[in-house]
């Protein structure tokens, strides 16, 4: 009787937290890593990714004030990366649009989001109502973070957690030459997102790539900052990039304070990319 008690409790335990990490890798070592936002009030957003997306929080290192180096909220298929800065522009003037969530039951999402008094900023994206059909013939909906980040969110209901990292949104000028030079670094093919014909997968994530008459700004500085792709063997993955002739905003090093491994590049149209060997243990 006491085994079965024990069983049972064991059952009616909270299981998100074990579900929650990156993608496996794919067979060149590859999986899609982080987005990192800079943002004015860090422990809104703390209380924002842990209670509404149900991430893990994990800090790294200290500084001389005790302030973690590293302020990471762990998801599934990604993890999300915070900086205390204040983003020069929101996401929505950038090349890096927005980012997306899957989540199981929309209504459920959106009544929490706004009796804890954040927005439904689905209108301001331009299209009317609260929700919307999006690519895929689903519910969807847009979210603005506080700092400017912007958020999709696509309902299904089939997710066997509440929320799941999906998908990436570039918007530009020249975006099918985008997406080729992402298909080339990566070694990646083309594979139709729903009505996107413009998109491509990396373990974990969907990058999605749309046009723009207007011309975006780079992401550095602003609402996210970055987005990180993970490395397995990250050294020897830079030499083959530098043998393309990419050149590196930061070149590989180590930084045991955080345990990770880090290099920096920047895209063809200004998106800062971070490639990382580490967050996969976080």
Not at 110 to 118: F, I, N, P, Y
Not at 198 to 206: A, D, H, L, Q, R
Not at 248 to 266: K, S, T
Request: charged share 20%; hydrophobic share 40%.
């Amino acid at each position: 009787m006491r085994f079965f008690s024990v069983l049972l409790l064991l059952c009616l335990l909270p299981v998100t937290s074990y579900g929650q990490q990156l993608a496996s890798f794919n067979s060149g070592g590859l999986t899609y890593g982080h987005v990192h936002l800079n943002v004015s009030d860090m422990e809104r957003h703390k209380d924002i990714w842990v209670n509404h997306f149900g991430g893990r929080l994990v800090e790294k290192g200290r500084n001389a004030e005790g302030r973690p180096l590293l302020t990471a909220i762990v998801l599934n298929n990604m993890l999300v990366a915070l900086s205390p800065s204040d983003p020069s522009m929101p996401s929505n003037e950038t090349v890096m649009d927005h980012f997306g969530f899957k989540v199981r039951n929309m209504d459920t999402f959106l009544a929490k989001w706004e009796a804890d008094g954040l927005d439904v900023t689905t209108e301001a994206a331009g299209f009317g109502g609260r929700t919307f059909l999006g690519a895929e013939g689903q519910i969807n909906a847009f979210v603005d973070l506080p700092g400017g980040a912007r958020v999709e969110l696509q309902e299904d209901q089939g997710l066997q957690e509440e929320v799941t990292g999906y998908h990436i949104h570039f918007n530009t000028p020249g975006h099918e030459d985008l997406l080729a030079w992402y298909t080339d670094i990566f070694d990646l093919e083309v594979r139709p997102r729903g009505r996107i014909a413009t998109t491509t997968n990396v373990p974990g994530m969907n990058l999605s790539f749309g046009g723009s008459e207007a011309e975006r700004a780079a992401t550095q500085g602003t609402a996210i900052d970055h987005i990180g792709f993970e490395i397995d063997g990250l050294e020897e993955f830079c030499r083959r990039l530098e043998a393309k002739g990419i050149e590196f905003q930061v070149a590989y090093r180590e930084i045991p304070a955080i345990d990770l491994n880090i290099a920096y590049i920047i895209d063809p149209r200004g998106v800062r990319i971070e490639f990382t060997e580490g967050y996969d243990e976080y």
